[in-house]
């Protein structure tokens, strides 16, 4: 059963929640490069000083969603059927993703300021998917042990699946 939230942290996940969704629709709007984070606190009427009790900057906002992207993403490959080939679902899960996402206010640039945020995001998305395929076909005891070759198996197939995003991104914009 889920503990009730108090009154300060209810303000705090509203105040979070305000900053994200003015985030999203000011960089829908303008685009990300050019929405500052002064635009982004007067849109959720906090100060610039509020947002950044919140978020390290703009890249920081970016890289959360990101990360709640990759979430949905690893889940959608685990649910997969298990009879599914590795790269067929992890192509079935990406559009499930894709279509579970609302549009994205990055259209102009997906990974803008992701770079930024620690580990680049092609290579986490990378380590997410690979992750995901060596969770649903069991392989991830394979890895600690050091046996079989499910681990490789799995980096390649992402590699080959953040290939196709990728190509698929370019083709978007192009």
């Known amino acids: 059963m889920a503990e009730p939230v108090g009154r300060r942290e209810a303000s705090k996940q ?3 929640a ?30 610039h000083r509020t947002f950044y009790r919140y978020f390290d900057g703009k890249e920081d906002l970016a890289a959360g969603e990101y990360r709640a992207w990759l979430t949905v ?13 590795p790269l067929t679902a992890v192509q079935h899960a990406m559009a499930a993703a894709a ?30 998917i690979a992750g995901a395929i060596m969770t649903r076909s069991g392989a991830a005891g394979e890895a600690a042990t050091g046996t079989g070759g499910g681990e490789f198996q799995a980096e390649v197939i992402a590699r080959v699946a953040v290939a196709a995003f990728r190509s698929a991104v370019i083709r978007h914009r192009e």
Do not use: C, H, M, W
């Open 18 to 47: 305000a900053l994200t969704a003015a985030a999203k629709r000011l960089f829908a709007e303008r685009g990300y490069e050019a929405t500052t984070v002064a635009d982004i606190a007067s849109a959720a009427n906090v100060t």
């Open 73 to 85: 993403l690893q889940d959608a490959i685990a649910a997969r059927p298990a009879g599914d080939p």
């Open 14 to 16: 509203a105040t979070r």
């Open 99 to 128: 279509a579970q996402a609302p549009l994205s206010p990055f259209a102009d640039r997906p990974f803008a300021g992701l770079r930024q945020s620690g580990q680049r995001p092609l290579l986490r998305l990378e380590a997410t």
